[in-house]
């Protein structure tokens, strides 16, 4: 056994990846793909989220081994051809930590990014740079040695530019102001499962909806959560036509529409009534062994982000149209 600490979401991964045979995985890799991709060649294996910008017309991916990227799409890009990543933030100071979620704050010219401690779960804050000249705005210590255990996850940001970033460890939210100040820790009962097995990976993707509220998805229970953040009011919404299990990141298409990045590669989930209530209508399964994590918006089509990179000595990653078909 490793005598080192480990977060349960990297066992999670690891045991995912060494449970999918070899041959299977370069027999996907050498298929045409079924739907549009945007492959892109990288310095490191490991790369949790990509969001895009359109008015840059560009990715921007969170670096594992801690930072920020570009990947630039320029107009008449043929599919067949391999874009670059360009590393714009890299920090010698949060030098061991993960770059996470992320999320782009385009009415303030930012982007904001979580870091965490993926081995040791003893550290993690958030982020914010400048979108043109990449000069950091702030950096805010979530959590440090001394603290509950935490595993800040992914990121959301309302109209004020307040933000909100989810635990994945201690399944709780912390409310982060416009200048980086912490100004709340958000906590409910319906944040822990009463099973023990489902709390190994917690709360985790997390967006703002324009009506006010925030949705937040539960990793091993699959369970979508409401919260008014007025009031920091909490309510379970009640899914039906499938389950979130393993869910992970999350993107809005629409104030009814909500994809839901993870295994399988995406769903779509719709709801009528303000998020009371929503149904699974629709599903996508793409590369199953690189792990989507992430969904992005681009052009109005729905591109999933993947974990893992392929490829030696430059990596090779993977940001895959999805495109839903009902159960």
Known sequence: ????????K??????????????YIISVERAEPSTHVYHYHSSGWLRECAKWDDLDRRFIVSLF??????????????????????????????????????????????VLVV??????????????YDLSTWRRLFLTQLSGPGDEKSFADDVAVDEEGNAYVTDARASKIWKVGVDGEILSIIRSPL?????????????????????????????????????????????????GGGKL???????????????????PSGRLVESSDEWETATVTAKYAGPAHRLATAATVKDG??????????????KTHALVEAVFSAY
């Open 65 to 110: 081994e801690g930072g920020l990227a570009l990947v630039q799409v320029p107009d008449g890009h043929s599919p067949g051809t391999n874009l670059e990543e360009i590393i714009v933030v890299k920090e010698p100071e949060l030098a061991g930590n993960a770059s996470l979620g992320i999320a782009v704050d385009r009415r303030r010219n930012r």
């Open 10 to 23: 990297s066992l999670f991964i690891f045991f995912i990846i060494s449970a999918i045979p070899v041959a």
């Open 301 to 314: 089509k729905v591109y999933l982000n993947h974990l893992v990179g392929m490829g030696y000595p430059r």
């Open 115 to 128: 870091n965490a401690d993926v081995m040791g779960n003893r550290y993690g804050s958030l982020a914010a």
């Open 191 to 239: 944040f822990t499962p009463k099973e023990w097995y489902k709390t190994l990976v917690g709360l985790n993707g997390v967006v703002y909806h324009p009506n006010g509220y925030l949705l937040v998805i539960h990793t091993f229970s699959g369970n979508l959560l409401k919260i008014e953040i007025e009031k920091e009011e909490v309510k379970l919404v009640k899914v």
């Open 245 to 263: 299990v393993f869910g992970d990141g999350l993107e809005l298409i629409s104030p009814t529409k909500l994809v839901v990045a993870g295994n």
């Open 1 to 8: 056994m490793v005598s080192f600490p480990c977060s349960t």
